[in-house]
């Protein structure tokens, strides 16, 4: 299927690794030109010069820290026209809500909620105007299927996922959407390292953590990057134009609901 997206222009967030960079790879191989940010420069210079090489479309690289007003300035000095947003940052750590102070809310609301709002208010009135945008939040499966500990993170989201469900309604009779991508366990190095966090705190082996998760998962596997990332270049095509304003999880069938 042709996606209809070749030479759009689209800027992708926390694109060095992980559900970030799938959904690079996706967009660069349906011939988009990509701008691909993330906050540390090598592993993001080498998933573009990667790309560069995998498809039609084209990546480049932009090292910034999307959570501040200096580094959403280096993105936008380059340009605003970008037809495609897919925001995505790493979730606050875990802990009890009770040694959580005003700093800690404030650090996990900036990056998960307000930052996304940043980069949608930069570039959405552009969208509009040209009359075709897409904008994706990779956001979590706690937003729908909250888990216990990860309080800082599902609040901010969840704000953001308030804020979505308003503005999407919009701006959808000028051909723009805005989606929420809500991924559940995926076999990313970041959940690689959760699994050897919990397996240090519980004395098990990795291994044997990796079975238990699994042995309640009806898929019986962990979900793929690839799977992610082409799911979100669908999102961005000219055929998903009457997807707007949802939240869809890509879990598995974990999350147990009509």
């Not at 970030?20 to 993330?38: K, N, P, R, S």
């Not at 994706?136 to 308030?162: C, D, M, Q, W, Y």
């Not at 898929?219 to 997807?243: N, W």
Request: glycine share 12%; proline share 4%.
């Amino acid at each position: 299927m042709d996606l209809g997206i070749s030479g759009k222009q689209a800027l992708v967030c926390g694109a060095s690794a992980g559900l970030g960079l799938a959904c690079a790879q996706a967009l660069v191989a349906e011939g988009v030109h990509v701008t691909m940010v993330a906050r540390t420069e090598g592993p993001l210079q080498a998933a573009v010069d990667r790309l560069n090489t995998s498809g039609p479309g084209h990546a480049r690289a932009i090292c910034a820290d999307v959570t501040t007003e200096e580094g959403r300035a280096r993105i936008f000095a380059v340009t605003r026209d970008y037809d495609i947003v897919v925001t995505n940052a790493g979730g606050p750590p875990p802990g009890d809500f009770r040694q959580w102070d005003r700093q800690a809310w404030l650090r996990a609301i900036d990056a998960n909620m307000l930052a996304p709002i940043e980069l949608i208010k930069a570039t959405v009135d552009g969208m509009m105007a040209r009359g075709f945008g897409r904008i994706i939040n990779i956001t979590s499966s706690a937003v729908k299927s909250p888990v216990e500990g990860l309080g800082l993170s599902t609040g901010a989201r969840s704000g953001l996922t308030g804020f979505v469900a308003g503005l999407a309604r919009s701006v959808a009779s000028s051909g723009v959407t805005i989606n929420n991508l809500l991924p559940g366990t995926f076999d990313t190095a970041r959940l690689a390292s959760n699994f050897a966090r919990q397996a240090e705190r519980e004395g098990l082996s990795v291994a044997q953590v990796v079975e238990r998760r699994l042995a309640k998962h009806p898929a019986r596997r962990l979900g793929q990057p690839s799977e992610f990332g082409h799911t979100c270049a669908f999102l961005c095509s000219v055929h998903a134009g009457y997807i707007n304003g949802q939240n869809l999880l890509l879990d598995g069938g974990s999350f147990n609901s009509v």
